[in-house]
């Protein structure tokens, strides 16, 4: 007997997400899955471990909500958001329904909908990584969820506002459109949070595993008009949120821990926009991306010679050669600035000229 036979069709085709842990590597620097370089130090407060957490932990929803500049009931949290793009999915497709993405872009949209059992309609990005929306219109038909992600990953750059609204106004009592804000910390006026009261079926992902430097907690949350989050609310697990993660959220998000966000956001983007200037000067870098993100995608001769010489020496980066028009392209975490450096002189020591 083989078990595989006994799982559904879908799982039995199923390439899992590519996360940049399962790809491994040995080094002692790690840019590639956009942390930040440097843990926040919180201790426990609650340790009834015994007692089940609550469902929703009020602090958490409350601090967030706070902190979004929401009421409380337009606040889902989860494991992770990665675990919000699931169950967006399972609570809005039926099997004959599909997704729709817009590559090059986060690969868990695909992942989570294959999962599902959902088809996946992909409208490519222009050559300025904006929507193709006279495209998304065309093949609107039967799609149930949109997922948009803005500032985009792995390309870095902001989608236009106005473009979101079009698209939300396109899909109005068709779709929902989910608008994947887990980089926002790091260009924040560019919030779709402020159309929320305009559009019932939009909403908005975010997380905690970036700019609050918080992803080994697993923690994320969605934005949406109530009526939305009523629906998620019936199919999320009824204890998501271990008791060690909700206590050390409802900390990263009081006054103190929001500051000390704001702090990390600052030094991100000081380091990013020295990197920036380093590499644009390096041999074999053909153009360097801009990026409103924690992270830069940048394009080389040879990405690949790039990328494995980097994996050999310990630096480990996100190659982006097999993503859609990202031939040569790598994704670089902005690090500390030591970190940075090193990339920088690695890079550099392949022409040969240190
Ligand atoms: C990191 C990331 C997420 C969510 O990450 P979690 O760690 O699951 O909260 C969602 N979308 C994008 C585009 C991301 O890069």
């Known amino acids: 007997m083989n078990i595989n036979n006994l799982s559904r069709k879908n799982i039995q085709a199923l390439t899992p997400y590519q996360s940049a842990r399962r790809l491994g590597g ?16 919180f201790d426990l407060i609650d340790r009834t471990f015994n007692r089940y957490p609550e469902p929703q932990p009020q602090a958490v929803v409350e601090n967030y909500a706070a902190y979004a500049g929401v009421s409380p009931d337009n ?3 989860s494991r992770g958001g990665d675990e919000s793009i699931e169950l967006i999915i399972r609570a809005f497709c039926e099997a004959e329904d599909s997704v729709m993405y817009c590559p090059p872009t986060y690969g868990m949209y695909a992942v989570s909908a294959q999962t599902c059992g959902v088809a996946c309609k992909t409208v490519p990005l222009t050559v300025g990584f904006q929507l193709n929306l006279a495209e998304i219109e065309r093949q609107l038909e039967g799609v149930k969820v949109v997922f948009v992600c803005s500032p985009n990953n792995p390309t870095g750059n902001l989608i236009n506002r106005s473009d979101l609204l079009t698209l939300l106004n396109m899909t109005a009592g068709r779709a929902v459109v989910v608008v994947d804000e887990a980089y926002i910390e790091f260009c924040p006026e560019a919030t779709l949070v402020t159309e929320l009261a305009n559009y019932p079926h939009l909403a908005i992902i975010r997380t905690l595993s970036k700019a609050f430097a918080l992803a080994g907690l697993r923690c994320g949350f969605t934005l949406a008009n109530g009526e939305l989050i009523q629906i998620l609310q019936k199919v999320i697990a009824p204890y998501p949120l271990p008791v060690p993660v909700s206590d050390i959220a409802a900390q990263a998000l009081q006054p103190q821990g929001l500051q000390q966000m704001q702090s990390q956001v600052a030094e991100t983007l ?18 360097v991306y801009p990026s409103e993100a924690n992270y830069l995608l940048v394009k080389f001769q040879d990405g690949q010679k790039v990328f494995q010489s980097l994996w050999e020496k310990g630096i480990i980066l996100r190659d982006q050669h097999k993503a859609l028009n990202l031939q040569n392209c790598i994704r670089i975490t902005v690090g500390t600035k030591e970190e940075n450096e090193r990339v920088v002189e690695a890079i550099y020591a392949l022409s040969g000229k240190e």
């Open 26 to 41: 040995k080094g002692d620097i790690w840019l590639n899955a956009n942390e930040y370089p440097i843990s926040p130090n």
């Open 75 to 77: 606040v889902l949290v």
């Open 270 to 287: 000081k380091n990013r926009s020295e990197l920036q200037k380093q590499l644009k000067n390096l041999p074999f870098v053909e153009q």
